[in-house]
């Protein structure tokens, strides 16, 4: 019988100790959730695109992010320009991050008539892609090219063109 007991003891003290290492089968930690709102990106046109006076032929006219007009044909009047400007848009948002920019294939100018001139090969300055500065600005100037077909009623010509911007 003191075997008996003595079996039984040694069950009942192995079955304590096994339950003991049982019971560490799960753990639990817990994690921080954490997001960070930034600055949308903003773009804001300043300075619009404006090919200036140009007379009438057949050819094209070229205006660089510098502002430097250029011709295949005499389309220039000497010192009288008119009003030459590229196109310049403020870029707002979050400091120091990167952005695409996105220029249009082409846009249509149109005389208060019906006749139409085409813009085309925009490029702009940053060419593809910037960094906003420390304090989330930053410029983008905007050129093209103005296809001028000989017999243009005279006019003023005008039509929109969208750049986008996005961040990388």
Avoid: C, W
Wanted: net charge negative; aromatic share 8%; no cysteine.
């Amino acid at each position: 019988m003191k075997k008996q007991l003595l079996s039984l003891a040694a069950i009942f003290i192995i079955a304590i100790f096994s339950n003991n290492v049982m019971a560490q089968n799960t753990a639990t930690d817990a994690a921080a959730a954490k997001a960070t709102i930034i600055a949308p990106i903003t773009i804001s046109n300043t300075a619009d695109l404006n090919f200036g006076d140009v007379i009438d032929g057949t050819g094209y006219v070229t205006l660089s992010t510098a502002g430097l007009r250029t011709s295949d044909y005499q389309a220039f009047s000497g010192t009288q320009v008119g009003t030459v400007s590229v196109a310049s848009f403020d870029i707002t948002g979050q400091a120091t991050y990167t952005y695409a920019i996105t220029l249009p294939a082409s846009a249509t100018l149109t005389e208060t008539g019906t006749d139409t001139m085409t813009v085309d090969t925009f490029v702009s300055d940053p060419a593809t892609s910037s960094a906003l500065d420390g304090s989330g600005n930053d410029v983008v100037l905007v050129g093209a090219t103005l296809h001028v077909i000989s017999g243009q009623t005279v006019g003023l010509y005008t039509g929109t063109f969208n750049v986008t911007v996005a961040y990388n």
